[in-house]
C-alpha cells in the first residue's frame, strides 16, 4: 500500500464517520459602509502608497492627457491594452499600442513596455484592485507578463471594505487582486518586487 492509499483510506474513514446533516454557517459580514468621497479617496490612497504603488489623479476629460504622460514618464513606447479598452483613452498616447488576445502566448507579452487595464471594483480600506477579466481589462497573463501595469479605478467602483467590494463581483469570472506591485521577501526579509507580477504599478484614480 502506497502513502497515497493511506491518505485516501483516512479521507473516506473520516467521511464515513462525519455527519451527514448540513450545517449552516451564519455569515453576518458588516456591509452598506459609505464614506464621503474625500474620505474615501484619502483612505484608498493611503493603503495604495503603503503599497508603494504609484497614485495619480484624473477627471475622465482629462484621462487621455492623464494616461499619455503616465506612460511617457515610464519610457513606456510599446503597450498592451485588452480588446475592450475604450480606445479614446489612448488617443494622445503617442507609442504603439497592440490589442491582445488568446492567440498571443503569454511569454510574447513580456515584450511589452507596460499595460493599461480598467477594473472591477476596488477596496479601499485594503488598497486592493479586483480584476475580473472583462473586456476592459482582458486576460491575467496580460496583466501579470508586462513589468508595468497602469491600472484606471474609476471613483465609482471604489468601496470601503472587503464585504462591500466582494458583493459587487461576479462569483463565476475569474478575479484577480492586486494590492500593489508583485513584492515578496526571503526569509531575511529583504523585499523583491517584480518576481510574480509587475514590478511598478501606476493606478489613475478617475473622478
Do not use: I, N
Given at each position: 500500500m502506497t502513502a497515497k492509499d493511506v491518505i485516501l483510506d483516512r479521507i473516506r474513514a473520516a467521511r464515513e464517520l462525519a455527519p451527514s446533516t448540513t450545517v449552516t454557517v451564519p455569515r453576518n459580514y458588516r456591509t452598506g459602509r459609505t464614506l464621503p468621497d474625500a474620505e474615501l479617496i484619502e483612505l484608498f490612497v493611503d493603503r495604495l502608497v503603503d503599497y508603494k504603488a504609484n497614485v495619480h489623479r484624473s477627471t475622465a476629460e482629462e484621462l487621455p492627457?492623464?494616461?499619455?504622460?503616465?506612460?511617457a514618464d515610464r519610457d513606456a513606447r510599446r503597450v498592451g491594452v485588452p480588446a475592450?479598452?475604450?480606445?479614446?483613452?489612448?488617443?494622445?498616447?503617442?507609442?504603439?499600442?497592440v490589442v491582445d488576445s488568446s492567440d498571443v502566448p503569454a511569454p510574447e507579452l513580456e515584450g511589452l513596455d507596460g499595460v493599461v487595464t480598467s477594473s472591477t471594483v476596488s477596496c479601499?480600506?485594503?488598497g486592493t484592485i479586483f480584476l475580473d477579466?472583462?473586456?476592459?481589462?482582458g486576460r491575467r497573463a496580460l496583466t501579470l507578463v508586462p513589468d508595468l501595469h497602469v491600472c484606471v479605478v474609476p471613483l465609482s467602483t471604489v468601496e470601503v471594505g472587503v464585504?462591500?467590494?466582494?458583493?459587487?463581483l461576479v462569483p463565476e469570472r475569474p478575479t484577480t487582486l492586486i494590492s500593489g506591485p508583485s513584492a515578496t521577501s526571503d526569509i531575511e526579509l529583504e523585499r523583491v518586487e517584480g518576481v510574480h507580477g509587475p514590478r511598478t504599478l501606476d493606478v489613475v484614480i478617475v473622478g
Open positions: 492627457a492623464t494616461l499619455a504622460k503616465v506612460l475592450g479598452l475604450d480606445a479614446s483613452w489612448l488617443s494622445k498616447y503617442g507609442g504603439e499600442v479601499a480600506e485594503t477579466g472583462s473586456p476592459d481589462q464585504p462591500e467590494a466582494m458583493a459587487r
